[in-house]
C-alpha cells in the first residue's frame, strides 16, 4: 500500500492530464523540432505553443527560455553579472533562507571574484528590508529572493526587494519554483527561475523567464539552440508537458488554493501541540513547517512508514547539513531536528490529512512517552 503524500514542495504527481498530451510526443510524434522537415516544425509548433501557455502566466515583457531544471535556469540567470563586473558592479546580494541553487551558486560566485552577502531574515522568516537597504549600492549587481521559501512556505515582499533593487540599479532574481502557477508573480522582477514537477507536469524541465533588453551569455555552448544560451535538443514532450501543466494551474487556481487552504486549516487543527516555524500568516498554505521540542525527526519519519513527508528540502537531505533555513530563523539545532515539513497538494484529501496526522502525532507521543 502506498503512503500518504504529503511532501508535495519536493515533488508532485503528475497530472492525467499532463501524461496524455505528452504521450503522442513520446510515442508517435518524434521529430526533433529544430528540423526543418514537416515532422520538425510538427515538434517545433508544440514546442512554441507550450512556450506561449508557461508565458500567460508571467510578465508580458520578457522571453522564456526552455531549461532542464529550475537549478540550471537560476544557473544562466546568474550569468547576467559577468558583464556587469566590467562595470564596476561585483556584488551579489540574496536571502539567507534561499534555496542551495540560489544560495551556493552566490556563493560561488564569491569565490569567483565577486562580493556575495547573505540577506538575514527575522523570526518569521521574511528578509528585513533595512539590512537589504544597507547593503545596496552602485557596485550590486543582482538581488535573489524566493517568492515562496522551499522549506517553511514564508511568502518574500519579491515587488518591494525588486524596487529597492531598481534603484540600486541593479538586476531582481526570482526563484519562483514554489509560487508559479499557484499565487501571483513578481511583475517587477528581471528573472524568473519556475520547474514543471513541482506544478503538477515531469521532472526534467524548468525554465527561465527573462525580461527584455537583459543579455545572457550562454550556459551551454553547442548548436546554439534555444535563443543561442542554452544549446542542446529539447524534448516536444517535457516541453509540452510544461505547458499543459501551467495551463491547467491557470484554469484551476481558485479551485486548487481553496482546496490546499481547506487542507491546511485541518492540519494546524490536529497538530496543535506543534509549533508553526516561519511566518503564520505571510505564506503559502499547502506547505507547514511544524516542530514539536524533543522530537528525534530521524526516527520520526523511520516510525510513520504510513506517510511521505518532509524534515526539509530534499535536495539538501542526502547532504547531512542542517536546514540553513530553520537555522537562519534563529532555531537552536535541536529545534531544527524536531522540524518537519507537511506539503499539500491538489490530489490530497481531507482523509489523508487526518490519517497522516494520526500516524505522526501518535508516533511522537510514543517517543516523547
Known sequence: MSPIYLDNQATTPMAPEVFDAMLPWLRDNFGNPHSPHVLGRKAAAAVEVAREQVA??????????FTASATEAINLAFGAVRGMASQGRDQIAVIDTEHAAVRDTALWYGKQGFDTVLLPVDGEGLVVLEELEACLSEK?????AMLVNNEIGVIQPVEQIAEM??????????????GFGRINIPQQADLIA????????????????????IDLPPLIHGGGQEQGVRSG????ALCVGLGTAARICAER???DLAHIAALADEARSLFGDWTVNGSPDRRYAGNLNLRRDGLDV????????????SAGSACASGSGRPSHVLAALGLEPGQIKSSIRLGFGRYNTAQDVQQAARLINQAAENQLS
Open 56 to 65: 500567460a502566466l508571467l510578465p508580458d515583457n520578457g522571453r522564456l527560455i
Open 140 to 144: 550590486t549587481a543582482l538581488v535573489g
Open 165 to 178: 533593487a531598481h534603484r540600486a540599479g541593479a538586476l531582481m532574481l526570482c526563484d519562483a519554483v514554489q
Open 194 to 213: 519556475l520547474s514543471a514537477h513541482k506544478i503538477y507536469g515531469p521532472k526534467g524541465i524548468g525554465a527561465l523567464w527573462v525580461r527584455n533588453g
Open 233 to 236: 535538443t529539447l524534448s516536444p
Open 253 to 255: 487556481r481558485e479551485e
Open 298 to 309: 530521524g526516527r520520526l519519519m523511520s516510525d510513520v512508514r504510513g506517510v511521505a513527508f
